[in-house]
Protein backbone atom coordinates (compact mmCIF):
# COMPACT_ATOMS: atom_id res chain seq x y z
CA UNK A 1 0.00 0.00 0.00
CA UNK A 2 2.90 2.03 0.16
CA UNK A 3 2.87 5.14 -2.17
CA UNK A 4 -1.06 4.75 -3.10
CA UNK A 5 -2.88 7.82 -3.59
CA UNK A 6 -5.76 6.39 -1.90
CA UNK A 7 -6.79 7.38 1.73
CA UNK A 8 -8.27 4.34 4.47
CA UNK A 9 -12.05 5.05 3.20
CA UNK A 10 -11.30 4.60 -0.17
CA UNK A 11 -8.94 1.70 0.30
CA UNK A 12 -11.72 0.00 2.48
CA UNK A 13 -14.43 0.91 -0.28
CA UNK A 14 -12.39 -0.60 -3.09
CA UNK A 15 -12.13 -4.04 -1.39
CA UNK A 16 -16.20 -4.06 -0.56
CA UNK A 17 -16.85 -3.20 -4.13
CA UNK A 18 -14.50 -6.16 -5.01
CA UNK A 19 -15.99 -8.32 -2.64
CA UNK A 20 -19.66 -7.03 -3.44
CA UNK A 21 -18.34 -7.98 -7.19
CA UNK A 22 -17.27 -11.72 -5.99
CA UNK A 23 -19.79 -12.95 -4.28
CA UNK A 24 -22.97 -11.67 -6.63
CA UNK A 25 -20.65 -13.88 -9.40
CA UNK A 26 -20.22 -16.73 -7.20
CA UNK A 27 -24.27 -16.94 -6.28
CA UNK A 28 -24.73 -16.08 -10.06
CA UNK A 29 -22.49 -19.43 -10.23
CA UNK A 30 -25.52 -21.59 -8.13
CA UNK A 31 -28.11 -19.64 -9.78
CA UNK A 32 -26.88 -20.99 -13.65
CA UNK A 33 -26.32 -24.37 -11.92
CA UNK A 34 -30.38 -24.80 -10.91
CA UNK A 35 -31.93 -23.13 -14.40
CA UNK A 36 -32.87 -19.89 -12.04
CA UNK A 37 -30.84 -17.78 -14.79
CA UNK A 38 -30.62 -18.70 -18.17
CA UNK A 39 -28.41 -17.99 -21.25
CA UNK A 40 -24.73 -17.32 -21.67
CA UNK A 41 -23.22 -16.41 -18.75
CA UNK A 42 -19.37 -15.25 -17.97
CA UNK A 43 -17.83 -14.96 -14.74
CA UNK A 44 -15.54 -11.88 -14.05
CA UNK A 45 -14.46 -14.01 -10.62
CA UNK A 46 -10.32 -13.21 -10.18
CA UNK A 47 -10.79 -9.92 -12.11
CA UNK A 48 -12.56 -7.38 -10.09
CA UNK A 49 -9.39 -5.04 -9.03
CA UNK A 50 -10.30 -4.02 -12.65
CA UNK A 51 -13.29 -3.09 -12.38
CA UNK A 52 -13.38 -1.39 -8.87
CA UNK A 53 -9.62 0.02 -10.05
CA UNK A 54 -10.74 2.14 -13.06
CA UNK A 55 -14.01 3.05 -12.22
CA UNK A 56 -13.32 4.83 -9.35
CA UNK A 57 -11.02 6.89 -11.17
CA UNK A 58 -13.92 8.66 -13.38
CA UNK A 59 -17.03 10.81 -12.22
CA UNK A 60 -20.65 10.10 -12.46
CA UNK A 61 -20.52 12.23 -15.85
CA UNK A 62 -18.13 10.42 -17.24
CA UNK A 63 -18.97 7.82 -19.88
CA UNK A 64 -18.45 3.54 -19.58
CA UNK A 65 -18.62 0.70 -22.71
CA UNK A 66 -18.74 -2.83 -21.26
CA UNK A 67 -18.00 -6.10 -22.66
CA UNK A 68 -20.16 -9.35 -22.48
CA UNK A 69 -18.36 -9.84 -19.28
CA UNK A 70 -19.89 -7.26 -17.31
CA UNK A 71 -21.26 -7.59 -14.34
CA UNK A 72 -18.51 -6.46 -11.98
CA UNK A 73 -18.22 -2.97 -14.65
CA UNK A 74 -21.97 -2.64 -13.54
CA UNK A 75 -21.62 -3.13 -9.89
CA UNK A 76 -18.86 -0.54 -10.01
CA UNK A 77 -20.28 1.38 -11.70
CA UNK A 78 -23.67 1.71 -9.30
CA UNK A 79 -25.78 -0.03 -11.01
CA UNK A 80 -27.76 -1.83 -8.28
CA UNK A 81 -27.86 -5.70 -7.70
CA UNK A 82 -31.81 -5.99 -8.14
CA UNK A 83 -31.52 -4.42 -11.46
CA UNK A 84 -28.92 -6.67 -12.36
CA UNK A 85 -30.64 -9.91 -11.28
CA UNK A 86 -33.88 -9.18 -12.36
CA UNK A 87 -32.34 -8.68 -16.00
CA UNK A 88 -30.57 -11.68 -15.58
CA UNK A 89 -34.05 -13.33 -14.36
CA UNK A 90 -35.72 -11.86 -17.50
CA UNK A 91 -37.56 -9.40 -15.48
CA UNK A 92 -39.47 -6.29 -16.68
CA UNK A 93 -37.58 -4.35 -13.42
CA UNK A 94 -33.94 -5.30 -14.85
CA UNK A 95 -32.05 -2.75 -15.85
CA UNK A 96 -32.85 -3.75 -19.64
CA UNK A 97 -36.29 -4.38 -18.89
CA UNK A 98 -35.29 -8.15 -19.03
CA UNK A 99 -34.74 -7.97 -22.93
CA UNK A 100 -30.92 -8.45 -23.06
CA UNK A 101 -29.86 -10.65 -20.15
CA UNK A 102 -26.07 -11.22 -18.74
CA UNK A 103 -24.19 -9.84 -21.86
CA UNK A 104 -26.88 -6.61 -22.41
CA UNK A 105 -26.95 -4.74 -19.25
CA UNK A 106 -27.36 -0.82 -19.46
CA UNK A 107 -27.55 2.19 -17.48
CA UNK A 108 -28.06 5.38 -19.54
CA UNK A 109 -28.62 7.87 -16.13
CA UNK A 110 -25.40 6.62 -14.78
CA UNK A 111 -23.56 6.61 -18.90
CA UNK A 112 -23.33 2.95 -18.67
CA UNK A 113 -23.54 1.75 -22.20
CA UNK A 114 -23.07 -1.95 -22.25
CA UNK A 115 -22.93 -4.77 -22.13
CA UNK A 116 -21.79 -5.66 -25.97
CA UNK A 117 -21.77 -9.58 -27.23
CA UNK A 118 -19.87 -8.69 -29.98
CA UNK A 119 -15.53 -9.48 -29.38
CA UNK A 120 -14.32 -5.14 -29.97
CA UNK A 121 -18.02 -4.09 -30.42
CA UNK A 122 -17.91 -1.52 -27.80
CA UNK A 123 -14.86 0.31 -29.07
CA UNK A 124 -16.45 2.53 -31.93
CA UNK A 125 -19.13 3.06 -29.87
CA UNK A 126 -16.70 4.89 -27.39
CA UNK A 127 -15.01 6.61 -29.87
CA UNK A 128 -18.40 8.05 -30.81
CA UNK A 129 -19.41 9.06 -27.40
CA UNK A 130 -15.96 11.14 -26.91
CA UNK A 131 -16.46 12.81 -30.23
CA UNK A 132 -19.90 13.80 -29.21
CA UNK A 133 -18.38 15.20 -25.82
CA UNK A 134 -15.37 16.73 -27.49
CA UNK A 135 -17.54 18.40 -29.94
CA UNK A 136 -19.65 20.07 -27.43
CA UNK A 137 -16.48 21.10 -25.52
CA UNK A 138 -17.51 18.83 -22.15
CA UNK A 139 -14.60 17.33 -20.22
CA UNK A 140 -15.88 14.10 -19.91
CA UNK A 141 -13.89 11.31 -20.06
CA UNK A 142 -15.43 7.50 -21.69
CA UNK A 143 -13.53 4.30 -20.45
CA UNK A 144 -13.44 1.72 -23.14
CA UNK A 145 -12.86 -1.61 -21.66
CA UNK A 146 -12.63 -4.55 -23.80
CA UNK A 147 -10.33 -8.20 -23.19
CA UNK A 148 -6.84 -8.96 -25.34
CA UNK A 149 -8.84 -10.60 -28.05
CA UNK A 150 -10.25 -7.19 -29.13
CA UNK A 151 -7.27 -6.59 -30.18
CA UNK A 152 -6.98 -9.16 -33.12
CA UNK A 153 -9.86 -7.32 -34.47
CA UNK A 154 -10.16 -4.83 -37.02
CA UNK A 155 -11.76 -1.74 -35.35
CA UNK A 156 -9.38 -2.10 -32.47
CA UNK A 157 -7.10 -0.45 -34.88
CA UNK A 158 -9.09 1.80 -36.68
CA UNK A 159 -10.82 3.14 -33.64
CA UNK A 160 -6.95 3.72 -31.39
CA UNK A 161 -5.90 5.69 -34.85
CA UNK A 162 -9.03 7.97 -35.22
CA UNK A 163 -8.87 8.71 -31.18
CA UNK A 164 -5.41 9.39 -31.42
CA UNK A 165 -5.71 11.38 -34.55
CA UNK A 166 -8.37 13.82 -33.19
CA UNK A 167 -7.00 13.73 -29.58
CA UNK A 168 -10.24 12.06 -28.28
CA UNK A 169 -11.28 12.14 -24.58
CA UNK A 170 -10.84 7.95 -24.41
CA UNK A 171 -9.46 5.94 -21.46
CA UNK A 172 -8.80 2.52 -23.72
CA UNK A 173 -8.92 -0.13 -20.42
CA UNK A 174 -7.88 -3.74 -21.76
CA UNK A 175 -8.67 -6.10 -19.51
CA UNK A 176 -5.57 -8.31 -20.77
CA UNK A 177 -7.06 -11.73 -19.12
CA UNK A 178 -4.42 -13.44 -20.74
CA UNK A 179 -6.76 -15.80 -23.06
CA UNK A 180 -9.03 -14.75 -25.81
CA UNK A 181 -11.80 -17.65 -25.02
CA UNK A 182 -9.95 -20.69 -25.28
CA UNK A 183 -6.28 -19.10 -27.02
CA UNK A 184 -3.42 -17.89 -25.06
CA UNK A 185 -2.21 -14.60 -25.65
CA UNK A 186 1.15 -16.03 -27.52
CA UNK A 187 -0.96 -18.09 -29.76
CA UNK A 188 -3.31 -14.75 -30.94
CA UNK A 189 -0.78 -11.94 -30.89
CA UNK A 190 2.83 -12.35 -32.38
CA UNK A 191 3.66 -8.92 -30.19
CA UNK A 192 2.58 -9.82 -26.55
CA UNK A 193 2.99 -5.96 -25.03
CA UNK A 194 -0.09 -4.92 -25.97
CA UNK A 195 0.85 -2.03 -23.82
CA UNK A 196 3.90 -1.67 -26.95
CA UNK A 197 1.65 -2.26 -29.56
CA UNK A 198 -1.10 0.38 -28.60
CA UNK A 199 1.59 3.32 -28.40
CA UNK A 200 2.04 2.83 -31.46
CA UNK A 201 -0.83 5.17 -32.29
CA UNK A 202 0.91 7.69 -30.77
CA UNK A 203 -0.91 7.70 -27.20
CA UNK A 204 0.58 7.13 -24.00
CA UNK A 205 -0.02 3.56 -22.78
CA UNK A 206 1.74 1.46 -20.18
CA UNK A 207 0.64 -1.96 -18.21
CA UNK A 208 -0.28 -1.99 -14.89
CA UNK A 209 -1.01 -4.65 -12.42
CA UNK A 210 -4.62 -6.01 -13.00
CA UNK A 211 -4.73 -8.15 -9.58
CA UNK A 212 -3.25 -5.18 -7.57
CA UNK A 213 -6.53 -2.84 -7.30
CA UNK A 214 -4.14 0.10 -5.60
CA UNK A 215 -2.04 0.16 -8.77
CA UNK A 216 -4.65 -0.17 -10.91
CA UNK A 217 -6.57 3.12 -9.29
CA UNK A 218 -3.51 4.86 -9.32
CA UNK A 219 -2.40 4.17 -12.89
CA UNK A 220 -6.66 4.64 -14.21
CA UNK A 221 -6.04 8.44 -12.11
CA UNK A 222 -3.07 9.47 -14.43
CA UNK A 223 -4.59 8.38 -17.00
CA UNK A 224 -7.64 10.32 -16.51
CA UNK A 225 -6.10 13.82 -15.28
CA UNK A 226 -4.61 13.51 -18.95
CA UNK A 227 -7.18 13.01 -20.61
CA UNK A 228 -9.64 14.98 -18.92
CA UNK A 229 -6.57 18.05 -19.38
CA UNK A 230 -6.87 17.88 -23.01
CA UNK A 231 -3.58 14.98 -24.14
CA UNK A 232 -5.31 12.97 -26.01
CA UNK A 233 -6.52 9.08 -25.32
CA UNK A 234 -4.17 7.00 -23.20
CA UNK A 235 -4.51 2.85 -23.36
CA UNK A 236 -3.58 0.90 -20.13
CA UNK A 237 -2.51 -3.04 -20.47
CA UNK A 238 -4.44 -4.26 -17.13
CA UNK A 239 -2.40 -7.48 -17.09
CA UNK A 240 -5.14 -9.49 -14.76
CA UNK A 241 -6.70 -13.67 -15.01
CA UNK A 242 -9.92 -15.11 -14.67
CA UNK A 243 -10.52 -17.59 -12.29
CA UNK A 244 -13.19 -19.15 -14.11
CA UNK A 245 -13.64 -20.87 -17.47
CA UNK A 246 -14.70 -18.37 -20.24
CA UNK A 247 -18.15 -18.82 -19.94
CA UNK A 248 -20.28 -21.74 -17.95
CA UNK A 249 -20.27 -23.26 -21.19
CA UNK A 250 -16.74 -23.73 -21.20
CA UNK A 251 -15.15 -27.38 -20.03
CA UNK A 252 -11.61 -25.22 -19.90
CA UNK A 253 -9.24 -27.74 -21.17
CA UNK A 254 -6.80 -25.60 -22.49
CA UNK A 255 -5.75 -24.26 -18.85
CA UNK A 256 -3.23 -26.20 -16.92
CA UNK A 257 -4.56 -26.44 -13.10
CA UNK A 258 -0.75 -25.46 -12.04
CA UNK A 259 -1.18 -22.12 -13.98
CA UNK A 260 -4.84 -21.40 -12.11
CA UNK A 261 -3.53 -21.83 -8.64
CA UNK A 262 -0.59 -19.54 -9.33
CA UNK A 263 -2.41 -17.04 -10.25
CA UNK A 264 -4.95 -17.43 -7.55
CA UNK A 265 -2.31 -16.89 -5.38
CA UNK A 266 -2.08 -13.42 -6.25
CA UNK A 267 -6.07 -12.89 -5.88
CA UNK A 268 -6.95 -9.10 -5.44
CA UNK A 269 -9.19 -9.40 -2.44
CA UNK A 270 -6.94 -11.31 0.29
CA UNK A 271 -4.30 -9.12 -1.29
CA UNK A 272 -5.51 -5.97 -0.55
CA UNK A 273 -7.13 -7.31 2.71
CA UNK A 274 -4.02 -8.18 4.39
CA UNK A 275 -2.26 -4.75 3.40
CA UNK A 276 -5.24 -3.11 5.46
CA UNK A 277 -5.14 -5.84 7.81
CA UNK A 278 -1.25 -5.08 8.69
CA UNK A 279 -1.78 -1.50 8.96
CA UNK A 280 -4.68 -1.48 11.06
CA UNK A 281 -7.11 -0.26 9.19
CA UNK A 282 -9.48 -3.11 8.98
CA UNK A 283 -9.88 -5.90 12.00
CA UNK A 284 -9.10 -9.45 11.06
CA UNK A 285 -12.80 -10.17 11.04
CA UNK A 286 -13.29 -7.15 8.39
CA UNK A 287 -13.25 -9.43 5.12
CA UNK A 288 -15.90 -11.69 6.85
CA UNK A 289 -18.18 -8.70 7.76
CA UNK A 290 -17.70 -7.34 4.21
CA UNK A 291 -18.78 -10.80 3.02
CA UNK A 292 -21.68 -11.02 5.46
CA UNK A 293 -23.10 -7.52 3.55
CA UNK A 294 -22.33 -8.77 0.56
CA UNK A 295 -24.41 -12.11 0.71
CA UNK A 296 -27.23 -9.87 2.24
CA UNK A 297 -27.13 -7.39 -0.78
CA UNK A 298 -27.29 -10.55 -3.04
CA UNK A 299 -29.99 -12.45 -0.95
CA UNK A 300 -32.36 -9.33 -1.13
CA UNK A 301 -31.48 -8.83 -5.21
CA UNK A 302 -32.90 -12.52 -5.51
CA UNK A 303 -35.82 -12.28 -3.81
CA UNK A 304 -36.82 -9.50 -5.57
CA UNK A 305 -35.86 -10.69 -9.08
CA UNK A 306 -37.88 -13.84 -8.17
CA UNK A 307 -40.98 -11.54 -7.04
CA UNK A 308 -40.85 -9.44 -10.02
CA UNK A 309 -43.01 -9.59 -13.70
CA UNK A 310 -42.17 -10.53 -16.67
CA UNK A 311 -42.50 -7.89 -19.48
CA UNK A 312 -46.01 -8.16 -21.11
CA UNK A 313 -46.09 -9.64 -24.44
CA UNK A 314 -46.99 -6.63 -26.08
CA UNK A 315 -43.92 -4.37 -25.16
CA UNK A 316 -41.35 -7.09 -26.24
CA UNK A 317 -41.18 -5.19 -29.49
CA UNK A 318 -41.30 -1.90 -27.67
CA UNK A 319 -37.76 0.46 -28.00
CA UNK A 320 -36.76 -1.76 -31.65
CA UNK A 321 -36.77 1.66 -32.78
CA UNK A 322 -36.68 4.99 -30.75
CA UNK A 323 -39.99 6.39 -30.60
CA UNK A 324 -41.03 9.63 -30.84
CA UNK A 325 -41.36 11.92 -28.38
Known amino acids: MTGSTLDKDERIELLRQMVRIRRFE ?21 EEAVAAGVLAAIGPDDAVVS ?7 ALARGLSMDALLSEMYGRATGCSRGHGGSMHLFDVERRFYGGNAIVGGGLPIAVGLALAD ?4 RQIVTVCLFGDGAMAEGEFHECLNLAALWRLPVLFACENNQYAMGTALAREHAATDLALRASSYGMPAWPVDGMDALAVVDGARRAVESIRGGGGPCFLELRTYRFRAHSMYDADR ?5 EIAGWQEHDPIPRL ?3 LRASGELPEDGLDV ?6 AEVDAAIAAAENAPFEPVGELTRYVYTEQS
Do not use: N, W
Request: aromatic share 14%; proline share 0%.
Open 26 to 46: ERCVQLYSAGSIRGFLHLYIG
Open 67 to 73: TYREHGH
Open 134 to 137: AMRQ
Open 273 to 275: FAG
Open 290 to 295: LRADAD
Open 254 to 258: YRDKA
